[in-house]
């Protein structure tokens, strides 16, 4: 189950300008339905719970999410307030590189940002084994935020029946700032919130200008007790910090586990972390070994990153399992090309 805004996603159909386009298409991202749907696509039961406006932007959303196999059947609709939107404006910066694309939002008093607290309480959390949250939805609101906080830090079964709370830390400053927040006040609440995860998903890079804390094993100390912490380094690979079987919480007792990244052309990186996080999961729900979690998770990204799409279509079986049945020497190769 995810939790989180999605938005009708508007941008040209060729990596032009936006400020020079005639014509614009339409899409569908949001980070938290963005790995719904990345599930569904690696084969998993996947949800998501939100809430819309009633108009042909929530329309569209709900429509997409079901043809990509994600039960949508918690979401609430709001006749007052709409459906958010974004624009992508692709390379509007000649310095920027191939692959940069710059976003413009369009998300205040979207209905999404009216979900509080009492969202908490809903029955379909309780029927999932996991749940995916994101420090975006954070950031969209007061009682957004006192949501994440209720089901991260109020929780009070961390052991017990409830789902595993996975957290993507997510980090959109400029969402913040709208919100009233300096970067001091974003760092402490995302630490907070990444604490009290089961599985937190944290970018070297963001780690760094949210905490100044740039080392990947320095990373995970500070993100303890959770139990299980992802750091990505973009094209280097992401390295893994898990509890091992005693439940040590301390830094110190983690298993440590790297898994270089997959050479892959840019064509443009949105969406890339939350595939990362599909494929990570996928290798959670089906039980499998921590080295294939993170190839999962590469695999995702890579087929995220080679297209402007926010949601990709996902490997098939055949080529994961292909990829999870290399050696250790064999998929360290392949990621050197």
Aim: hydrophobic share 40%.
């Amino acid at each position: 189950m995810c939790v989180g805004e999605t938005m009708a996603v508007l941008g040209p159909p060729d990596p032009g300008p936006l400020a020079e386009q005639s014509l614009l298409s339409m899409a569908v991202g949001g980070a938290e339905s963005n790995v719904a749907c990345g599930l569904a696509g690696l084969g998993r039961r996947a949800a998501w719970l939100s809430r819309l406006g009633d108009d042909p932007f929530g329309s569209r959303i709900l429509a997409e999410l079901t043809a990509r196999g994600v039960d949508v059947s918690a979401v609430e609709t709001d006749p007052e307030r709409p459906t958010g939107v974004y624009f992508k404006d692709p390379a509007p910066d000649p310095e920027a590189g191939p692959g940069h694309t710059r976003t413009y939002y369009y998300r205040g008093g979207s209905a999404a940002s009216a979900m509080g607290p009492d969202l908490a309480r809903h029955p379909a959390l309780r029927r999932a084994r996991i749940l995916h949250l994101s420090g975006v939805a954070a950031a969209l609101s007061e009682s957004c935020a006192r949501l994440l906080e209720a089901l991260l830090v109020g929780r009070d079964d961390h052991a017990g029946s409830g789902p595993l709370v996975s957290f993507d830390v997510n980090h959109r400053p400029a969402l913040w700032r709208r919100g009233g927040h300096d970067s001091p006040a974003a760092a402490r609440s995302l630490l907070a919130l990444a604490r009290a995860a089961d599985i937190v998903f944290v970018g070297r890079d963001e780690a760094e200008e949210l905490w100044g804390t740039a080392r990947p094993d320095d990373i995970a100390e500070l993100l303890a007790p959770a139990p299980a912490v992802v750091v990505k380094d973009a094209e280097h690979g992401a390295t893994s910090y898990v509890a091992d079987s005693s439940g040590a919480a301390s830094y110190a007792g983690r298993l440590r586990t790297f898994v270089p990244s997959l050479p892959t052309k840019v064509v443009e990186p949105v969406g890339a972390g939350d595939a990362f996080a599909a494929g990570y999961l996928t290798g959670v729900l089906e039980e499998r070994d921590e080295r294939s979690r993170l190839r999962l998770g590469h695999l995702a990204a890579a087929a995220a990153l080679r297209t402007r799409d926010d949601v990709p279509d996902m490997p098939s079986r055949t080529e994961t399992d292909r990829c999870l049945a290399l050696d250790e020497d064999a998929w360290a190769a392949t990621a050197r090309r």
